[in-house]
């Protein structure tokens, strides 16, 4: 008869993440889950699993589980990544929007302020200013056109720095707009499958069909990158951001 573990185990490999003996084993000790469904069981670990750091909590047991080692190699026209892959995201990049256009949007949320059309609105909590006077700027001319209308919006598309199991990095393209994939919407170290996507000169070209969000976040890291935004854009302006992933 399989034991708890074991249940539990073949549970989070049918969602493609093969998750560490030794991860599973701490998991199982810290409650009492012995009288709980095992369906329940099972969301309450895939919950624990996708805040985790997949480096920590996965344990690849298949070539097709991990990113090649040579992933990045320009000198591969095309290839095809089969998978699934479970992976985590790094960092997110607007890359369809300016740079200026993006530290404008977050100066705008710092100053309490939003985009309506052409106007700059401030905006304030409900009660703050009863007798409704708000302060309206025309922005005029076209300084906010193509810009998202706030910090926690972008147009895409996207640059997204993603991470296997093993450590492997790799640079992901959003080549359609994929549902979930916005700055500030997804988080730092939120997870995703990836199958049957095209890897084109070291890149991985994401769509719609290769992508399935899985969520998650790790909170460390999310945290750190939204405060150091607007220093890295700033960075990349002036030219003293270091590249690379």
């Known amino acids: 008869m399989s034991t708890l573990q074991d249940q539990l185990n073949a549970q989070l490999q049918s969602k493609s993440l093969p998750v560490s003996p030794a991860w599973l084993t701490t998991f199982l000790s810290t409650g009492t889950h012995q009288r709980t469904p095992l369906p329940a069981l099972t969301k309450t670990a895939l919950f624990r699993l996708l805040n985790t750091d997949f480096r920590e909590s996965l344990i690849p047991r298949a ?25 985590q995201v790094l960092d997110i990049e607007d890359i369809g929007t300016s740079i200026w256009n993006q530290v404008e949007a977050i100066e705008r949320i710092e100053r309490g302020e939003a985009v309506r059309g052409r106007e700059i609105v401030r905006t304030v909590n409900v009660g703050d200013e009863q007798d409704g006077n708000n302060e309206a700027d025309n922005a005029g001319g076209n300084a906010n056109a193509g810009a998202p209308t706030n910090a926690n919006e972008s147009n895409g598309p996207h640059r997204l720095i993603l991470q296997d199991a093993r450590g492997t990095r790799a640079v992901g393209i959003e080549m359609n707009q994929i549902n979930g994939v916005a700055v500030m919407q997804l988080s730092i170290g939120s997870k995703l499958l990836l199958k049957n996507a095209t890897v084109a000169r070291g890149m991985i ?21 939204k405060a150091g935004r607007k220093a890295r854009l700033l960075e990349k302006i002036t030219g003293t951001g270091a590249g690379g992933v």
Do not use: C, H, N, Y
């Not at 990113?67 to 998978?83: H, K, M, S």
């Open 63 to 87: 070539p097709t589980s991990v990113l090649p080692v040579d992933i990045f190699d320009p000198t591969a026209q095309e290839r095809r990544l089969p998978g699934p892959i479970p992976l």
């Open 205 to 225: 070209l994401l769509t719609p069909e290769s992508v399935t969000l899985l969520g998650g976040k790790i909170e460390v890291m999310d945290l750190a990158w």
